[in-house]
C-alpha cells in the first residue's frame, strides 16, 4: 500500500513532532523478572495507538533501549524489543546505558540539530521518562509525556499507581503532560492528505 504524501509534513517541519519509544523491550513484560511491570497491559495499548498513527501520518519514530546494563545485556532474550513494536526500516533506534535517552551521543546529536517537539512514552515513566523529560528541559526541547502511555515502578513501599500519579505531576515542570487521545487529536493537522476534508470534496 503506498500512503499519500503529506504536505503537512514539509510545510513547518521543525513542528514535527518525534514520537519516542522509550524501552520498549521484553524486561519490562515479562512476569517475574526484575523490572517488569504488573500493570503494563494499558500502557501497551496506549503505545500501540500512539505508534499506529505516527505510523499512518508519517510522524518520525525513535527507538531508544538500554543496552549494556546487566539486565539489558545484546543479544539476550530480554533486551529484545516487545513482539508488536519491532521498529520499520525508516525508523531510528538509540542504544544508551543510562536513564536519559540524551545519553545516546547519537540521540542527542539528531534531536539538538533538527530541534523538533518530542512526545515520549514508554517505560520506566519514574526512571527514563523522567530523566529524559528533565535532560530535554534543560536542552532547550519541547517534551509532551504521554502519561497514559506509559507505567512506573512501586518504590519504597509505594504502590506503583502512586508512584506513576506522581511522576506525571512532578513531569509538569519540564514537559507537557497529556493522555495518548488527546494528543492524537491535536496532532491531526499531521494526518494524511487523504484523510482531511476538502472544501469541494461533495461537489
Known amino acids: 500500500m ?15 513532532p518525534v514520537l519516542v519509544l522509550v524501552d520498549m523491550q521484553q524486561e519490562y513484560e515479562v512476569a517475574g523478572r526484575p523490572l ?19 505510523r499512518e501520518s508519517g510522524i518520525q519514530v525513535a527507538y531508544v533501549r538500554w543496552i549494556g546494563a546487566p ?15 519491532e521498529p520499520h526500516g525508516c525508523d531510528m533506534i538509540f542504544d544508551r546505558d543510562r536513564p536519559s535517552c540524551f545519553a545516546s551521543p547519537a540521540f542527542a546529536d539528531v534531536m539538538e540539530r533538527g530541534c523538533p ?15 529524559t523529560a528533565i535532560d530535554g528541559y534543560h536542552r532547550g526541547q519541547e517534551v509532551t509525556f504521554l502519561a497514559d502511555a506509559s507505567a512506573s515502578h512501586d518504590m519504597d513501599g509505594i504502590a506503583a499507581a502512586d508512584i506513576h500519579r506522581s511522576i506525571s ?29 476538502m472544501p469541494n470534496a461533495r461537489q
Open 169 to 197: 505531576a512532578v513531569m509538569r515542570s519540564f514537559a507537557d503532560v497529556t493522555d495518548t487521545h488527546s494528543w492524537i487529536a491535536a496532532s491531526s493537522p499531521f494526518r494524511p492528505i487523504a484523510a482531511l476534508s
Open 71 to 85: 539486565l539489558f545485556q545484546a543479544g539476550t532474550r530480554f533486551a529484545r524489543w516487545i513482539e508488536g513494536f
Open 117 to 131: 517537539p518530542l512526545v515520549v512514552a514508554g517505560f520506566a515513566g519514574e526512571a527514563a521518562c523522567l530523566a
Open 36 to 54: 517488569a511491570l504488573p500493570e503494563i497491559a494499558p500502557a501497551l495499548e496506549n503505545c500501540r495507538l500512539a505508534l499506529n498513527h505516527a
Open 2 to 16: 503506498i500512503r499519500p504524501m503529506n504536505p503537512a509534513l514539509y510545510r513547518r517541519p521543525r513542528s514535527v
